[in-house]
């Protein structure tokens, strides 16, 4: 613990978690949420309402007519992908620096599978899935802070096939889950999110194992290295998702196409 504290109290500025995301993060829990308890949220926010707006009238949703308020432009994409698009949009400004874009797009790839399994195989609310999917690596944010060309520098032996985790204990002395701990704290983030930011890479000594297991295994299913053997047997069977045949590769292939098809919009 003293390494990690060590390490946050050296950097000079946490980023604050935005209000909107930590309100539109409490409304995934609320059934009864409406589209208008969503705008009314991000009415305060202009510069995200203009993304949302600009978003919502591009090409991709394909409408014919100019959107110009932001209600009618959330009841048209649907509550739920207006929750998690606001999510994203407006957790942006904190992956500015070159070195979080990378960071940006996995979250992105590993929040779009997460809802997607959550979603074609029944396993937990998929707005949620979506949320700790995006939220899972967060950590890392702080190695970013640290030393920007630390995960340019180690690609060639993650390639080679070491795993990112031992690279940062090697080289920080701790690693994301770690750090993704104490940012949760400071954000006061809900316990399940935080809860996978902390086990995703032991989904078995959770205590919310299924959450821990999705993350677990669309992290290593996005991956751009991803071999079909990557996924243990154990997390395909608590998931009850059969990784091993070639549906893997029909799962990954819509996953990325949806996901970098959000990356892209979200990027102009
Ligand atoms: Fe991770
Ligand atoms: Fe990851």
Redesign the pocket.
């Known amino acids: 613990m003293d390494e990690i504290q060590r390490l946050i109290n050296n950097l000079r500025e946490i980023p604050a978690m935005p209000n909107v995301v930590m309100q539109a993060i409490n409304l995934v829990k609320d059934p009864n949420a409406s589209v208008k308890d969503l705008a009314d949220i991000i009415s305060y926010d202009q510069s995200l309402s203009a993304k949302v707006l600009t978003l919502v009238n591009s090409a991709y949703y394909g409408f014919s007519q100019q959107i110009t308020s932001i209600n009618r432009a959330l009841a048209l994409i649907g509550m739920a992908k207006a929750k998690n698009l606001i999510i994203t949009i407006a957790m942006r400004p904190m992956f500015t620096k070159q070195s979080d874009k990378e960071l940006w797009k996995h979250s992105i790839r590993v929040a779009v599978g997460c809802e997607y399994f959550a979603k074609h195989k029944n396993i937990m609310n998929s707005d949620e899935a979506f949320v700790l999917g995006f939220m899972?690596?967060v950590g890392?944010m702080i190695f970013n802070m640290k030393d920007p060309m630390f995960y340019e520098n180690i690609k060639e032996r993650v390639e080679a096939g070491e795993r990112?985790?031992d690279l940062e204990n090697e080289y920080f002395g701790c690693n994301?889950?770690q750090t993704g701990i104490i940012l949760a704290k400071k954000w006061q983030l809900p316990v399940v999110i935080s809860n996978v930011m902390k086990y995703?890479?032991e989904p078995s000594e959770s205590s919310m194992v299924m959450a821990c297991s999705l993350v677990n295994a669309v992290?290593l299913l996005v991956q751009d290295n991803y071999k079909l053997e990557d996924i243990d047997l154990e997390i395909s069977n608590t998931l009850g998702i059969d990784f091993s045949s070639s549906k893997a590769e029909v799962f990954r292939d819509e996953i990325l196409e949806e996901a970098d098809s959000l990356f892209e919009r979200l990027s102009t």
């Open positions: 899972h690596d890392k990112p985790i994301h889950t995703h890479h992290d």
